[in-house]
């Protein structure tokens, strides 16, 4: 900045000449006028608006003059500079408008396009299942426990007091592990999972044994060699058959539905005694239907088997206080799932194609 002037002297103010402004301010609109950009405006305010453009420094000549010209140059640059602030508000507008409506023409979105179809997985309704019968059980407080699929003939008949001859374990069409006196089968139902948790916990148990079993079946439409079932096996002080029946009571109405309940008609298993076969309430009739073809207008499905663990079993397994007592029970999924969603065939549910998979939902 010049120093203060004692005298008026047009040279050194040549920047405060109503010329140099109105070039200046002629300069800057041009330039307004010329940004394409809202970028491009912006870049030139430094140039015509800044500490060093010419109306910065004509603003600051004016301190310099004597008081009488003051007013003058002052009103003059003023006026300038609010031209050029105006035309920079205008523009930046303008451009602002023309950005917005840019946007809205490229980035417009034509919801009406038809979408390019992928077909999602479906989970098979095995899988569903079981997951959904685990979490029952696991909302209950109990843990899921697991097992091989070759398994010790030992554990899958012995110890669950199925001798050499017993009349059961012929019954029971087994897969034989080669070579012969292996003493491997194909494990022909989840009962073996009870005795492996049996010798590897201590009481209290409380698990639930999910799992694929095998059995000399010809696929058909009603039988499969590989199926599924679950296992549930408690073991504490004092439990009894009306533990084991509100158990079966309290799963059957979270997976059917809130008020179906189970009955119990007795049976044999070598490893229970007592046992039972479990029957669940019609979940489609209610047993209100005479000619129901769930139930078959009984009002009653069987789903399984169940009782108390036998002693033998429990000794077997390495449990002799007798302070101990446990239930037992085994059910098929593949038939619970043919009942309750009217699968008239076994094919269906082996052979693993997704069109029919996708009927049972998407849940992953
Ligand atoms: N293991 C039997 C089967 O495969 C089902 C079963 C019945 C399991 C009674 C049990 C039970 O635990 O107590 O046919």
Not at 68 to 77: D, F, N, P, Q
Not at 291 to 308: D, L
């Amino acid at each position: 900045m010049s120093g203060p002037n004692t005298s008026y002297d047009p040279v050194e103010v040549a920047a405060l000449e109503p010329e140099a402004i109105e070039q200046a301010v002629t300069a800057a609109l041009a330039a307004v006028a010329a940004a394409a950009s809202l970028e491009e405006l912006k870049s030139l305010r430094g140039a015509h608006q800044g500490d060093k453009s010419p109306l910065a420094l004509a603003n600051r000549e004016i301190g310099a003059l004597p008081p009488s010209a003051k007013a003058e140059a002052g009103k003059r640059v003023g006026q300038a500079r609010g031209r050029v602030a105006s035309a920079f508000t205008a523009r930046q507008g303008e451009l602002e408008v023309e950005r917005d409506n840019r946007i809205l023409v490229e980035e417009a979105l034509d919801v009406t396009v038809p979408v390019t179809r992928r077909r999602s997985g479906a989970r098979h309704p095995i899988s569903l299942v079981t997951q959904r019968v685990e979490d029952i059980f696991v909302a209950m407080g109990w843990e899921i426990a697991e097992g091989p699929e070759v398994e010790a003939e030992w554990l899958n008949f012995d110890a669950l007091n199925l001798g050499q001859d017993h009349p059961a374990r012929q019954m029971q069409d087994t897969f034989f592990v080669e070579p012969e006196g292996s003493g491997l089968v194909l494990r022909t139902h989840t009962s073996p999972v009870q005795i492996r948790t049996m010798l590897r916990e201590d009481p209290p148990i409380y698990v639930l044994c999910p799992g694929k079993v095998f059995r000399t079946d010809d696929l058909d439409a009603t039988h499969t060699p590989v199926f599924h079932q679950f296992e549930g096996l408690v073991v504490d002080e004092g439990i009894t058959m009306a533990h084991l029946k509100g158990s079966l009571d309290a799963f059957v109405s979270r997976l059917f539905g809130e008020g179906i309940v189970t009955r119990l008609r007795p049976s044999y298993f070598p490893f229970t005694e007592p046992s039972a076969e479990i029957d669940c309430q019609c979940w489609i009739c209610g047993g209100t239907n005479p000619s129901c073809r769930t139930c078959g207008g009984t009002g009653w499905i069987e789903v399984g088997g169940c009782g108390m663990v036998n002693r033998r079993v429990l000794a077997a397994a390495g449990i002799t206080d007798e302070k101990y007592t446990g239930f037992a029970f085994g059910l098929g999924i593949e038939r619970s799932l043919m009942l309750r969603h009217g699968v008239g065939d076994m094919h269906d549910i082996v052979e693993g194609d997704v069109r029919f998979s996708a009927q049972f939902g998407m849940e992953i």
